[in-house]
């Protein structure tokens, strides 16, 4: 039976609870890199056997821990980037094996096979009731508390109960993020990053993230007081607003590329166009837009240098919640250079030769993603909602 991997008995899972199928369900992923250990550590202290008669559970929680292997090595992976994995052909390639066969060809494929085994068990048992998964990080700049996740209108719905500025979209930027599988499944799936790797205060919101979760599925109730005391661990004295915001661009780095990043940038900095970054190979990078620097890179590993983001107002969230509910969505893939990917049915391309007159922002309003675009190639979409 699938829930028989689901124990402390593997060392893969840090705590489990079992209610009923019929109940609401939390998974956490934490450590998914190596370098941030915060999550653990608020885990344990948060769910160890002391603590677990502090609440009265509702429904099922899980909290899994990543790449153990990079855990035990403190660095961010080993080989691969774990969040940058969770691809069909990756997918296809580790069901195809047994997690002791050899021919793994790096470290981390084994450990998405093992974590893939108990996602999977996790959803064979408590699929069809209420779930949300939730991927817990830390940042190598100071940082205040924020999420981010995909545009899908459950995982906003989930996301506004949060007094934190709410990232959309990076999906659109990032090669097999581990949340994009989980939303391609069918389920809502939230980021989280409790803020900095080394700031003591980030495993304290790493738990009061999880205890709002909680709360918010009704798995345990929480006192309007310690809602609100909760979610003061949440919220920042930075003059960095709650409420939603895009990624205007992502700056890649090569895997020979020297990137060095300017000192002093911190999470939603704001910067102006052609304010100088970063260094890479010796050129100075600037930014190509008026924004705010998101997730620097201040570590040795890495391959995302820096974003830019910019909030987004209310009124075109609310337009596109409403879009999205109507028939414009499904008359969309209907259109002159648009086409439904063969045995997919959510990705379509787009011939941007044809299609010329639909951007970016058209389909984002309508609930489609774009996973991947090149000058002169066809777009591949992705229907989110």
Not at 143 to 151: E, I
Not at 352 to 366: D, G, M, T, Y
Request: aromatic share 10%; hydrophobic share 40%; glycine share 8%.
């Amino acid at each position: 039976m699938p829930e028989t991997l689901l124990t402390t008995d593997n060392s893969r899972v840090i705590f489990t609870n079992h209610q009923g199928t019929d109940l609401p369900t939390l998974v956490a992923i934490v450590g998914i890199h190596g370098n941030e250990p915060a999550s653990i550590q608020a885990m344990e202290a948060l769910f160890e056997p002391k603590n677990k008669g502090n609440f009265d559970f509702k429904g099922n929680v899980f909290v899994l821990k990543g790449n153990t292997r990079a855990l035990e090595s403190r660095q961010r992976y080993i080989s691969r980037d774990l969040n940058r994995i969770w691809t069909h052909e990756n997918l296809h390639l580790v069901r195809m094996k047994h997690e002791k066969a050899p021919g793994f060809s790096y470290p981390e494929l084994r450990e998405m096979a093992l974590l893939d085994q108990l996602i999977n068990s996790i959803i064979a048992v408590y699929g069809s009731g209420k779930i949300l998964f939730a991927d817990l990080h830390t940042t190598s700049a100071d940082s205040c508390a924020f999420l981010p996740f995909n545009d899908t209108l459950p995982n906003r719905a989930m996301a506004r109960h949060f007094p934190v500025p709410l990232i959309l979209g990076i999906e659109e930027y990032l090669d097999g993020p581990l949340m994009s599988h989980i939303n391609d499944l069918g389920y809502p799936a939230l980021g989280f990053e409790a803020g900095k790797h080394d700031d003591p205060q980030s495993a304290r919101r790493h738990q009061a993230f999880i205890k709002l979760c909680m709360h918010h599925l009704a798995i345990i109730h929480l006192s309007p007081a310690d809602v609100l005391a909760e979610e003061g661990l949440l919220t920042n004295d930075l003059g960095i607003k709650s409420g939603f915001y895009e990624i205007l661009c992502r700056y890649p780095i090569g895997p020979d590329q020297k990137f060095e990043m300017k000192p002093g940038f911190s999470n939603f900095k704001p910067v102006r166009k052609g304010h100088e970054l970063a260094i890479n190979n010796g050129i100075p990078v600037r930014s190509q837009y008026k924004g705010m620097v998101f997730l620097p890179l201040y570590q040795s590993q890495g391959e995302d240098g820096f974003f830019i983001v910019k909030p987004v107002s209310s009124f075109w969230m609310g337009l596109s919640k409403w879009l999205r509910k109507t028939f414009l969505p499904k008359l969309l893939p209907l259109l002159p250079g648009i086409s439904q990917k063969s045995h997919s049915e959510n990705r379509f391309l787009v011939d941007p030769r044809i299609a010329r007159w639909l951007n970016k922002e058209i389909f984002h309003v309508l609930g489609f993603r774009i996973y991947y675009s090149s000058p002169g190639k066809n777009w591949e979409i992705i229907k989110r909602d």
